[in-house]
């Protein structure tokens, strides 16, 4: 089946960019998402991008996709507080999604 | 976007007892699908339940233990039997709302003495 790895943890300072990266092993995944988790919150979709896109921009957030090396991260600019949360890489598709174990996303002041 | 509810949004139970878990969805969408995320881990897929077939379950997980039900294409239940400590869990129901899109309910938080 498919695996999926993101980095535990990440600290990033309030103002500055969080990039969020996450590897995959299913080539055939057809989209990959971004959800993000709050603390006793349910899941929110974030952002997607489809697998034969090499980026994509939505506001602060940029998804960036190789497909070669099976790598996608997810960009936030300016990070702030509300930023804070559990960020899971998901590739997947119509037969539904295979989900990392999600970076927990730490801002410092 | 599809607003998904589920009920109950959390309970506490015996083990040994049954429960089931509702998912409904504010419009109609033809494949719905059944996650658990146990604690402090992510998600995995219990299985998939499209409407007007049977349910197509994931590695480790079976009909005795998870039935689930799809009478309509807006409704879902899911019932966690026989339960054990083991099944405390998050317990999530989703829809592909669209191809690009897919959308999760609130969770059902269940925790099983």
């Known amino acids: 089946g498919e695996d999926v790895e993101q980095s535990l943890f990440l600290s990033v300072r309030e103002g500055d960019s969080s990039v969020i990266n996450c590897t995959y092993t299913?080539?055939?995944?057809?989209?990959l998402y971004w959800y993000k988790q709050e603390p006793g919150a349910g899941l929110q979709l974030l952002t997607y991008?489809?697998?034969?896109?090499d980026m994509k921009q939505d506001q602060r957030l940029t998804v960036l996709l190789n497909k070669k090396d099976k790598h996608l991260s997810l960009r936030i600019a300016d990070t702030q507080t509300g930023d804070s949360a559990i960020y899971f890489c998901?590739?997947?598709?119509?037969?539904?999604?295979?989900f990392g174990k999600g970076t927990h996303l730490i801002i410092q002041p | 976007s599809a607003v998904i509810s589920q009920k109950p949004s959390r309970d506490i139970c015996q083990r040994g007892t049954s429960l089931t878990i509702q998912c409904q969805v504010d419009?109609?969408?033809?494949?719905m699908f059944w996650y658990r995320q146990q604690p402090g881990q992510s998600l995995t897929l219990i299985a998939t339940?499209?409407?007007?077939?049977?349910?197509?379950?994931e590695s480790g997980f079976v009909i005795d233990k998870f039935p689930i039900s799809r009478p309509n294409l807006t409704f879902s239940t899911l019932t966690v039997s026989n339960m054990s400590p083991e099944d405390s869990s998050i317990y999530l129901c989703?829809?592909?709302?669209?191809?690009?899109?897919?959308?999760f309910g609130p969770g059902t938080r269940l925790l099983v003495l």
């Open positions: 419009s109609q969408v033809t494949m």
């Open positions: 299913d080539s055939s995944s057809t989209y």
């Open positions: 339940a499209n409407q007007g077939s049977e349910a197509t379950y």
């Open positions: 989703s829809v592909l709302g669209g191809i690009e899109t897919q959308y």
């Open positions: 991008i489809f697998s034969n896109m």
């Open positions: 998901a590739p997947g598709g119509a037969d539904g999604l295979t």
